[in-house]
């Protein structure tokens, strides 16, 4: 029998989410002017942990696909998928533009580097590129400074047809938590954009659903947002729930009880006795631990579901186990349904809120050896 443990990946939820997404994002930004935006769904990491040909199927609707990986793109195309693809982070060295070549992707173009190697490049057909401007994230993008000459050589490449279409593009390094910091970098944007033909991509997961925040960039462009975690259910924001905004966990890890056991008090519970009983209780262990993906470093009382019940996770977990508690759940036994997070337990973000992280990082260690189990129809 396999060992009793599956992260189910959610199909209609994903669907969902593009849509609820799309439709947050128009209603917050009724009121700007311009033609209607455009989806990249990003799917890097292997869709955030949910599997690229899930995320191709699920997000069919979307208007274009975004992530780092060449493999991944090429897995896209060779799906089906014949919109355009947006690579994130572009060319990583010359011979990378003949298979963005090959698949007719759109390359991020973020560095003097990558200017010339386009510069020396023959394709059989214009690349279509973004322009990346670092406006205060400090990561990847030409400074305002730079940007406007990079702008023209790429522009001089488009005259010569060795480019296609030219876009313009940056990214928010707090748009879920500071509108001060996100309207300076907005500023920063429209000013150095100002005047520059092409599309504009800029709202990421947290800025599509943030109200109003499109409406302050220059009007009349074509506009591609971005949307990220929260097509996969998760939240954006360290103080708005998914459910608040309408999403639904697109995966479940899942899990059951494989021992129960009663313990006195002042017994110690798995390596360290990081946790003790101050009286007696019922533990049990589930088939789940960190080289499945769950966090060593959960703490006593981060939440877990057991037959429905909500309960907490005591000790320290394990390799292949950890330990919850059963006082809450009397009538648990072996066999027991376990949810980790996802539908009919805690939400991913409660879980990585407990462990000082970010719901993103749990949905894209979820390990391997785990069974995925794929939900393809409406529920």
Known sequence: MPRPISATISLP??????????????????????????????????????????????????DGLAMLDLDEAVQCREAGWSKPILLLEGAFRAADLEVIDHYSLTATV????????????????PFDVFVKLNTGMNRLGFSPAEYRGAYARIEQLRQSGVVGSMGKMTHFARADDSPEVTAEQIRIYNEVTHGLPGADSVCNSAASFTRGLWQSLASGLPQW?????????????????AQSMGLLPAMTLRAELISVRDIPAGAGVGYGHVFTASAPMRIGVVACGYADGYPRHAPNGTPVVVDGVRTRLLGRVSMDMLIVDLDPVPGARAGSQVVLWGEGGPSVDEVAAACGTIGYELLCAVAPRVPKIIEKDES
């Open 13 to 62: 939820s994903l669907r969902h989410n593009l849509a609820a997404t799309a439709a947050q994002f128009n209603d917050a930004n009724a009121l700007r002017p311009g033609p209607k935006p455009k989806i990249w769904a990003v799917i890097k990491a292997n869709a955030y942990g949910h599997g690229i040909h899930n995320a191709v199927q699920a997000f069919e609707r979307a």
């Open 110 to 125: 973020h560095s003097a580097e990558q200017i010339a190697m386009l510069e020396g490049a023959r394709p059989a057909a």
């Open 225 to 241: 947002i971005r949307p990220g975690i929260c097509l996969y259910g998760a939240s954006p924001f360290a103080a708005r729930s």
